[in-house]
């Protein structure tokens, strides 16, 4: 059932560990550090409620009769694809994209498990691929909001995780038990754990032939025994109010650590033990890694509508907008943002249908194109408007007391005034732009970004394997087969020689490569066996 925001928050006051400055918070919905980002995301659940966006935002599951996110449906056709991305949609334009972590992340990670429980397999009499099934249905039908934590520390890459200083670094099993496993170490990045009610676990980048210990998929609640949350430094604590920093104070969703000491995991919450080849492909046999693409690229592309608007806004403040080189910039700004939600659409339009059971999924291909650009795409994006602003972003009043105070209020406004607007609308609009552009929380943001779905080192050479690269050489192939020496012997005869069109085979094998993903084709999912894993370490 679709829960509320009350209860929501009521949730969080559930005796988890978090640690940030040095004290341990009592209740993560009433401190200081976390309470507005808390009260976000209980209006997002509270929409679900909305008369005007339940039908978006929900969906009826069969089995139950309840409505729960769209994000957890398992789509079966482009509709049911339509639909899950305008659910994600109109949760980002509430937050104007500035939160990645909200509940449909992970909802639409495990729709995308769900879809293929098979990838988990039976391993020593344990159907883990079961555990996935009923993992999915406990998360979507308490509604719950799950983080992730797949990242592992820095360690030594040249030795194993065995092999380290301290073995326990990366988070590894401690002792198998007959009720459950035992684990120690560490996870980091866990952006919005604070605020979730469980911790899915995983990693994300290949293990060591070696890592057998540390090859491990599991969830368990935030409230866990022996789990500790260590929150970085606290935006929304520190803005000094919402008119000076209107989006630090409500959407730090926080970024922590996760140590597990001694941590007891049943098994029925275990989904991959102790084996390297699954902890991997979980990833890349499943939609599940493209459905979790797909909410980013759909509140990037948010995003990045947002940050247009907001440099169409500067310029006409600024008086600028009519000045070519301006218009330019702002063209420019216009026409990756179309460009970027195109990527979006034609990922859906160009559907894979993944297996026989007739589970789709967002074109593959595209979607991690979306995933390549989208971080140059939001750096740029924040450096032209920057340049927009010029020296305006930085000078500005200290706070909003200097707007209230009497005699300062008034040489504010006599003496700081724009083309576009009055004094009061000015400092308003550089405060926003500087929120998201220059201070604390808009440099974490461009560097999250930079890294959201992993280094480039790490997912660009992804598409020489997703990304369709013979679509590329076959054509190339085509044109290199067009001509030859005899043909250059007579152009010299006789000048009566051009290039080939192709041949009915050579026009069937370029047609053949377009990839998959066209709707009227399927595609065969590769079985676990034949995916070619790339082993670090």
Same mark, same amino acid.
């Given at each position: 059932?679709?829960?509320?925001?009350?209860?929501?928050?009521?949730?969080?006051?559930?005796?988890?560990?978090?640690?940030?400055?040095?004290?341990?918070?009592?209740?993560?919905?009433?401190?200081?550090?976390?309470?507005?980002?808390?009260?976000?995301?209980?209006?997002?659940?509270?929409?679900?409620?909305?008369?005007?966006?339940?039908?978006?935002?929900?969906?009826?599951?069969?089995?139950?009769?309840?409505?729960?996110?769209?994000?957890?449906?398992?789509?079966?056709?482009?509709?049911?694809?339509?639909?899950?991305?305008?659910?994600?949609?109109?949760?980002?334009?509430?937050? $104007?994209?500035?939160?990645?972590?909200?509940?449909?992340?992970?909802?639409?990670?495990?729709?995308?498990?769900?879809?293929?429980?098979?990838? $988990?397999?039976?391993?020593?009499?344990?159907?883990?691929?079961?555990?996935? #099934?009923?993992?999915?249905?406990?998360?979507?039908?308490?509604?719950?909001?799950?983080?992730?934590?797949?990242?592992?520390?820095?360690?030594?890459?040249?030795?194993?995780?065995?092999?380290?200083?301290?073995?326990?670094?990366?988070?590894?099993?401690?002792?198998?038990?007959?009720?459950?496993?035992?684990?120690?170490?560490?996870?980091?990045?866990?952006?919005?754990?604070?605020?979730?009610?469980?911790?899915?676990?995983?990693?994300?980048?290949?293990?060591?032939?070696?890592?057998?210990?540390?090859?491990?998929?599991?969830?368990?609640?935030?409230?866990?025994?022996?789990?500790?949350?260590?929150?970085?430094?606290?935006?929304?604590?520190?803005?000094?109010?919402?008119?000076?920093?209107?989006?630090?104070?409500? $959407?730090?969703?926080?970024?922590?650590?996760?140590?597990?000491?001694?941590?007891?995991?049943?098994?029925?919450?275990?989904?991959?033990?102790?084996?390297?080849?699954?902890?991997? #492909?979980?990833?890349?046999?499943?939609?599940?890694?493209?459905?979790?693409?797909?909410?980013?690229?759909?509140?990037?592309?948010?995003?990045?509508?947002?940050?247009?608007?907001?440099?169409?806004?500067?310029?006409?403040?600024?008086?600028?907008?009519?000045?070519?080189?301006?218009?330019?910039?702002?063209?420019? #700004?216009?026409?990756?943002?179309?460009?970027?939600?195109?990527?979006?659409?034609?990922?859906?339009?160009? $559907?894979?249908?993944?297996?026989?059971?007739?589970?789709?999924?967002?074109?593959?291909?595209?979607?991690?194109?979306?995933?390549?650009?989208?971080?140059?795409?939001?750096?740029?994006?924040?450096?032209?408007?920057?340049?927009?602003?010029?020296?305006?972003?930085?000078?500005?009043?200290?706070?909003?007391?200097?707007?209230?105070?009497?005699?300062?209020?008034?040489?504010?406004?006599?003496?700081?005034?724009?083309?576009?607007?009055?004094?009061?609308?000015?400092?308003?609009?550089?405060?926003?732009?500087?929120?998201?552009?220059?201070?604390?929380?808009?440099?974490?943001?461009?560097?999250?970004?930079?890294?959201?779905?992993?280094?480039?080192?790490?997912?660009?050479?992804?598409?020489?394997?997703?990304?369709?690269?013979?679509?590329?050489?076959?054509?190339?192939?085509?044109? #290199?087969?067009?001509?030859?020496?005899?043909?250059?012997?007579?152009?010299?005869?006789?000048?009566?020689?051009?290039?080939?069109?192709?041949?009915?085979?050579?026009?069937?094998?370029?047609?053949?490569?377009?990839?998959?993903?066209?709707?009227?084709?399927?595609?065969?999912?590769?079985?676990?066996?034949?995916?070619?894993?790339?082993?670090?370490?």
């Amino acid at each position: 059932m679709s829960r509320t925001g009350e209860s929501y928050l009521e949730s969080l006051d559930d005796g988890r560990e978090v640690w940030i400055d040095g004290a341990r918070v009592d209740n993560v919905a009433s401190h200081a550090a976390f309470r507005n980002s808390a009260r976000t995301i209980g209006r997002l659940y509270d929409m679900q409620h909305a008369p005007s966006h339940r039908d978006i935002l929900t969906y009826e599951v069969a089995e139950t009769g309840e409505r729960a996110h769209r994000a957890f449906q398992i789509p079966r056709s482009h509709d049911d694809l339509v639909g899950r991305r305008k659910a994600i949609k109109l949760w980002s334009e509430a937050t $104007f994209g500035y939160m990645g972590r909200t509940p449909d992340y992970k909802a639409s990670m495990w729709a995308g498990f769900a879809a293929a429980p098979g990838v $988990f397999g039976i391993h020593d009499g344990r159907d883990y691929g079961a555990n996935v #099934l009923a993992q999915y249905r406990h998360l979507r039908d308490g509604d719950l909001f799950q983080s992730h934590a797949i990242v592992n520390p820095m360690i030594d890459k040249r030795k194993p995780g065995n092999e380290q200083a301290d073995p326990f670094i990366m988070l590894g099993v401690v002792e198998e038990r007959d009720d459950g496993i035992v684990v120690r170490g560490t996870k980091t990045v866990a952006t919005g754990a604070v605020l979730g009610h469980e911790i899915q676990v995983g990693t994300i980048e290949p293990l060591g032939r070696e890592d057998d210990d540390y090859a491990l998929a599991f969830t368990v609640p935030l409230n866990t025994p022996g789990v500790k949350i260590i929150a970085r430094r606290s935006y929304e604590r520190d803005a000094t109010s919402v008119y000076d920093y209107p989006f630090s104070t409500c $959407f730090d969703e926080n970024d922590a650590t996760i140590i597990f000491e001694d941590v007891l995991v049943p098994w029925e919450k275990v989904f991959v033990y102790r084996d390297v080849r699954r902890s991997y #492909l979980q990833w890349w046999d499943t939609p599940g890694f493209v459905f979790m693409c797909a909410q980013g690229a759909t509140r990037l592309w948010t995003k990045l509508e947002f940050l247009t608007g907001l440099a169409l806004k500067i310029a006409k403040m600024n008086g600028s907008y009519a000045l070519p080189p301006v218009r330019m910039a702002l063209g420019k #700004l216009l026409a990756e943002v179309h460009g970027f939600r195109s990527l979006v659409l034609a990922a859906e339009a160009n $559907f894979e249908v993944y297996d026989e059971t007739g589970v789709v999924q967002p074109n593959r291909a595209i979607t991690f194109a979306g995933r390549a650009l989208g971080p140059s795409l939001y750096v740029s994006f924040v450096s032209q408007i920057r340049e927009l602003c010029g020296g305006a972003l930085i000078q500005l009043p200290a706070s909003y007391r200097d707007m209230v105070d009497e005699t300062e209020g008034e040489l504010i406004r006599r003496y700081v005034r724009s083309p576009g607007g009055s004094s009061d609308q000015r400092v308003q609009l550089f405060k926003l732009a500087w929120d998201v552009l220059g201070s604390e929380f808009g440099s974490r943001h461009e560097h999250y970004e930079r890294f959201y779905l992993g280094a480039p080192y790490a997912f660009l050479p992804t598409l020489l394997s997703e990304g369709h690269p013979e679509v590329c050489e076959t054509l190339v192939d085509a044109a #290199l087969e067009s001509y030859s020496i005899e043909d250059a012997m007579k152009e010299a005869a006789d000048g009566e020689v051009q290039l080939r069109l192709p041949t009915d085979e050579r026009a069937r094998r370029v047609g053949a490569v377009e990839g998959p993903g066209v709707v009227s084709g399927t595609t065969k999912k590769s079985p676990v066996r034949d995916r070619q894993l790339p082993m670090w370490g």
